[in-house]
């Protein structure tokens, strides 16, 4: 084999070549699934064009959101890890339950109560996550069954404390401005604070060590912990990240509705894992973005709305939304198979043309 031959075999296919930043746009998962959630914009806007592009009914959408949004940001994290939390939805409504009781307590009306409330959801939310976090880390029980379990803990210690009815009367300060309060009497301040929650989440995610030592979990614990990571330890924070997200959803909840709903959050963890992994985050660990994770929620939304608009039955949006979930995970195999063989292939022809040229002389007679 001559030198020119080898050069050109050597050289990478145009596969193997770069991508540029335009490429790896167009060919991420998140940006894909961006056009999915235009189509359907689009398509409801086809077909009840008034109702569906109403400033209120688009308004509705982004509200149903946001507390969502929220918890899919603490929920990104733990998925990259290669770790799952099933008992968000449950720690929502403990955490729901136990401010509502404390701002009770306190008298029920109050800015003062009400930023005591918000701090008994979060620290409550925080401690049910450094408990999932614990387990997972430093008892090595798998974090499917560490969340299962703490999902029926936290749920049963709600009804317990309500004997399973509701708690209502929430302070009217909290409702009327988180609640339903609006800035420049347009923008809601549930969906502000929500934004607020997503972008601190996105620069935590992409530009701290915190972040980095995140996807570096997720995509292969032992290699991390060689290199310096304390593995254990930023478990421990990724499960109390997402513990937080749920606890402040939790208060965010009991504003909006005025009311704990403890029997309205059964599917708010299948719901917020669905939109995390159709927006592009790995079950499989080391992938995912917080924008993806907000385009994977919006979904759902979307479906819902435009059903109920349309008079559809709003089952379908579980139909719906299962197809996708399946698809992305589907997606995501295909994908993860398809760099496994190019990296192989990459390694084969490194390694192939690095032997000496004698050898290579040798073989080639």
Known sequence: MNTATEQRAAAPTDEEQPKTPLQRLVSAQAFQILGVLLVLVV?????????????????????????????????????????????????????????????????????????????????????????????????????????????????????????????????????????????????????????????VGAVVLHRTRFGRYTYAVGSNAESARRVGVKVDRHLIGVYTLAGFCAGLAGILNLAFYASTTIAGQSNTALNVIAGVVIGGTSLFGGIGTIAGTVIGLFIPSVLQNGFVIMGVQPFWQQVVVGAFLIAAVYVDQVRRAAATRGARSRRSSSSRFSRPSGARRKESR
């Not at 109702?51 to 940001?73: M, P, Q």
């Not at 347009?186 to 929500?194: D, E, G, V």
Request: hydrophobic share 55%.
């Open 43 to 199: 398509l409801f806007s086809i077909a009840e064009s008034d109702a569906f592009l109403s400033v209120n009914n688009l308004r509705n959408v982004v509200v149903n959101t946001s507390i969502l949004a929220i918890i899919g940001v603490g929920m990104t994290f733990v998925i990259i890890t290669g770790g799952i939390d099933l008992s968000v939805g449950s720690v929502l409504v403990f955490s729901g339950v136990v401010a509502a009781k404390v701002m009770e307590a306190l008298g029920g009306e109050g800015v003062g109560v009400s930023l005591v409330g918000a701090l008994v959801a979060c620290g409550s939310g925080t401690l049910w996550g450094l408990f999932n976090g614990v387990l997972v880390a430093r008892a090595k029980v798998p974090p499917l069954i560490v969340t299962l379990g703490t999902l029926g803990m936290a749920l049963g210690g709600a009804q317990i404390v309500t004997g399973g009815i509701d708690l209502r009367g929430a302070p009217t300060v909290l409702t009327d401005t988180i609640g339903f309060g609006r800035l420049f009497g347009q923008i809601p301040y549930l969906s502000l604070i929500a934004l607020l929650v997503v972008v």
